[in-house]
Each structure stands twice: as structure tokens, then as C-alpha cells.
């Protein structure tokens, strides 16, 4: 029983195009009856962070408040948890993969879980596995939950990125006004202040510059590495050809297309805190409205809007947890 620390060397994340490692700390939990019941396999779920999160920063303490790896350990699931590392040099990769930052989609979905599978008694079957995250972790775990059904057979979104018209195109007016007001309207003079030595997030625009450009990195790159951005610089306005390809990521509309597979899970969680700063309730509801529309029995979709915010969530992740571990038991 406990955690597991180790290394995974990706194959995808070799030689990515920002240089980032290709070899990522990888933490696994195993429960109580792991070591007790040795000829027993059990469900794995994988659970990933935010925008800038990275595996250890799981383990970080906080004053008056339990870390998710301590919450685990007391409250206890009937299945594996994976802790997978995605940070980059963007500050995250979406979890996608892209030209322009790696191949981030291929190394979850396939070096992540094979090694999974190959070091721990998994069930190494999609009844039997799931994805969980938060904000664009919990984006991550919608598109991977859809678009790989052979792989992962329940999901858990907490506030994850989705409604992107209503929720990801609101920071392109303040993304156009920072770079016209500090840095002569280029993403590069950002970038060079930003790791020029200065404290990280010591101005007031930094983590919005950093979001759309990173999340311009995932969604409109170009084969050679070349990234488009959805608006205008000089005006804030949307570029309508590439935010089209931000849209085709758009848990939303992939739903829509991806019925099918919606209708194969054996369980969906889908919850946001009613007062989310980037509208993320917005695009829970509106997801949970596509999931509906996918003809997804409402007797294995959880849904809730529950009094908080963007931060200070944590406290719902065991409880998506338990849902994900009791739908994956079955």
C-alpha cells in the first residue's frame, strides 16, 4: 500500500520541440489489498492537473490543508491512481498532441499506460480504467474519455476547459491589450521578459499570456512548429479560420461527433464551482447538455454545480475518485 515514485522514459517525448525531458517522475498509489491479496488485479485511474501543474506539486502542503496524496491515503479506493506529469516549457501541453510543444496526447495514452500496465497487476482493459482532471487536466480527461474509448471507460472533469466561445475566447481581448501595453504587441518580447530572470507571475498579465499562448501552441500549431494565434493583436478580434481548429478540440463539439463512445462509458463525472472566474460552469453545463444530446443514460453521468470557485477544489477530487473506483469495479 502507498505511493510508488518513478521514472518513465517516453518514446513520445523524445526530442519534443521546446526540449523539455523526455524522461517524467511518475507516482503511483496502490491500495491496502495490493499487497494482501497478491494474485488480485485492480482498476488504475489517471489523474491530471491543471494548466502549470506538475506530479510532485501533488505532494505540496498547504496551511490547514491535506494534500491529495493524504486525503488518498485515508479515505482509500479499490484502484490503482496514477499522478501523470505533462508540465513544459509553456507551463503545460494540453495534453494533446503538438508540433509545437510534443507529442503529449501519444505519451498518456500510450507510454504512460503501457507502463502502467507492465509494472503494476492492473486490469488492463477500458471497463477497468479512467481518466480524471482538472481545468484543462479535466479537459484532458474529456477528449482522451472520448476519443479513446478503447482505453479509458470512465472520466472525471473538474471545471475542465470546454464551451471554448464562452470560456478560452474571454482571455483574447486581455491577452491583445497586454501585448500591445508591454510588450509592442510581439509574443516573443513577452517570452524574452518572462525568462529574462524576473520572478515568474510577478505581473499582473503574465498567466493570461502565458494561457492563450500555450493553448495556441496545443490547438492552432503548424506542422513546422510555426503557431497561429485565434485573434488579432491589434484588436482583440477573433481570426475565425484558426479559432475553428481551437473549436475542433472543443469537448462540446466532440460530443457531439463522438456519440457513440459517450454512450460505451461506464460512468461520467462533470462538476464546477457555480462561480468560476473563467466560466468553466458554463462549459460544464453545456457539456453535461452534449452528453445528454449523445443519449448518455443519466443514471452513470454525475452532475454538479457546487458553491465555489476555480480554486481551491481539491476537496471534490476524492469523491470523483470513489465514483470513478466503483464504476471501473464493476
Not at 494534500?67 to 491515503?73: F, N, Q
Request: glycine share 8%; hydrophobic share 45%.
Amino acid at each position: 500500500m502507498g505511493w510508488h515514485e518513478l521514472e518513465i522514459e517516453s518514446r513520445a517525448l523524445g526530442r519534443n520541440a521546446l526540449g523539455d525531458p523526455a524522461t517524467r517522475p511518475l507516482f503511483v498509489w496502490t491500495p491496502p489489498a495490493y499487497d494482501t491479496e497478491a494474485d488480485r488485479r485492480f482498476p488504475s485511474i489517471y489523474l491530471l492537473q491543471g494548466f502549470t501543474g506538475q506530479a510532485r506539486a501533488w505532494f505540496n502542503v498547504s496551511p490547514f490543508a491535506k494534500t491529495l496524496p493524504a486525503v488518498v491515503d485515508e479515505v482509500g479506493v479499490e484502484a490503482l491512481l496514477v499522478l501523470v506529469d505533462a508540465f513544459t516549457a509553456l507551463g503545460g501541453s494540453q495534453f494533446v498532441d503538438s508540433p509545437a510543444i510534443g507529442a503529449y496526447g501519444t505519451y498518456l495514452c500510450e507510454d504512460v499506460v503501457r507502463f502502467v500496465d507492465e509494472h503494476f497487476r492492473t486490469l488492463p482493459e477500458a471497463a477497468h480504467r479512467g481518466i480524471q482532471g482538472k481545468s484543462s487536466g479535466g479537459f484532458g480527461a474529456m477528449v482522451w474519455g472520448i476519443l479513446r474509448p478503447d482505453l479509458f471507460g470512465a472520466f472525471a472533469t473538474h471545471a475542465g476547459d470546454a464551451l471554448f466561445e464562452v470560456t478560452l475566447a474571454l482571455e483574447f481581448p486581455a491577452a491583445a491589450q497586454a501585448l500591445r501595453n508591454e510588450y509592442d504587441g510581439e509574443f516573443h518580447a513577452f517570452w524574452a521578459d518572462f525568462r529574462s530572470g524576473r520572478p515568474a507571475f510577478g505581473r499582473p498579465t503574465d498567466h493570461v499570456l502565458l494561457s492563450v499562448y500555450a493553448c495556441a501552441a496545443a490547438y492552432s500549431s503548424n506542422p513546422d512548429g510555426s503557431i497561429d494565434l485565434p485573434f488579432r493583436i491589434d484588436t482583440g478580434e477573433l481570426v475565425p479560420e484558426v479559432f475553428e481548429r481551437w473549436l475542433a478540440w472543443d469537448p462540446v463539439r466532440l460530443a457531439a461527433a463522438h456519440a457513440e463512445a459517450l454512450r460505451a462509458a461506464r460512468g461520467i463525472w462533470i462538476d464546477a464551482g457555480r462561480n468560476d472566474e473563467y466560466f468553466a460552469d458554463l462549459g460544464a453545463t453545456a457539456f453535461r447538455q452534449a452528453v445528454d444530446a449523445a443519449g448518455v443514460s443519466g443514471e452513470i453521468v454525475h452532475f454538479e454545480l457546487f458553491e465555489g470557485t476555480h480554486r481551491n477544489t481539491s476537496w471534490r477530487y476524492p469523491l470523483s475518485l470513489a465514483y470513478l473506483a466503483e464504476r471501473l469495479a464493476r
